[in-house]
C-alpha cells in the first residue's frame, strides 16, 4: 500500500503563487506514474498535469499550461508548482499514483490518492 499526504495549500492572491507537495509512505514511488488533479465546488474531478515515472515526461491540462510545473524527486515526493495563479484555479488538490507507469489524464487509472489540499485564489 502507498498512503499519499499533500501539503502547500493555502490562500493566495490572484497572480500569487504556491507549491504543492505529495510526500509518499509505504512504498517507494520511484517507478510509478504520478500525477495531480483538482476538483472545485460542485465539478468534477479534474487532471492538472502528470509526470512518468522516470521525471522525464510531463503532461499538462491547457488551462494550466505554461503556469504550472509539475515535478518529483529521487525521494518519495512529487510537487507542483504554480504560478500566475487565477480565481479558477481554486480547488481541492489530490496526488494520485499509477503502479502501473500512467501519467495521463485518466483518473479511474490511478491506485493511490491522497486525501487533497485546499487552494483559494483571491480575486
Known amino acids: 500500500q502507498v498512503q499519499l499526504v499533500e501539503s502547500g495549500g493555502g490562500l493566495v492572491q490572484a497572480g500569487g503563487s504556491l507549491r504543492l507537495s505529495c510526500a509518499a509512505s509505504?512504498?517507494?514511488?520511484?517507478?510509478?506514474?504520478m500525477a495531480w488533479f483538482r476538483q472545485a465546488p460542485g465539478k468534477e474531478r479534474e487532471f492538472v498535469a502528470g509526470i512518468s515515472w522516470s521525471g522525464g515526461s510531463t503532461y499538462y491540462a491547457d488551462s494550466v499550461k505554461g503556469r504550472f510545473t509539475i515535478s518529483r524527486d529521487d525521494g518519495n515526493r512529487l510537487y507542483l508548482q504554480m504560478n500566475s495563479l487565477q480565481p479558477e484555479d481554486t480547488a481541492v488538490y489530490f496526488c494520485a499514483a499509477s503502479q502501473n507507469y500512467y501519467s495521463g489524464s485518466e483518473a479511474w487509472r490511478y491506485d493511490y490518492w491522497g486525501q487533497g489540499t485546499q487552494v483559494t485564489v483571491s480575486s
Open positions: 509505504g512504498r517507494t514511488i520511484s517507478t510509478y506514474g
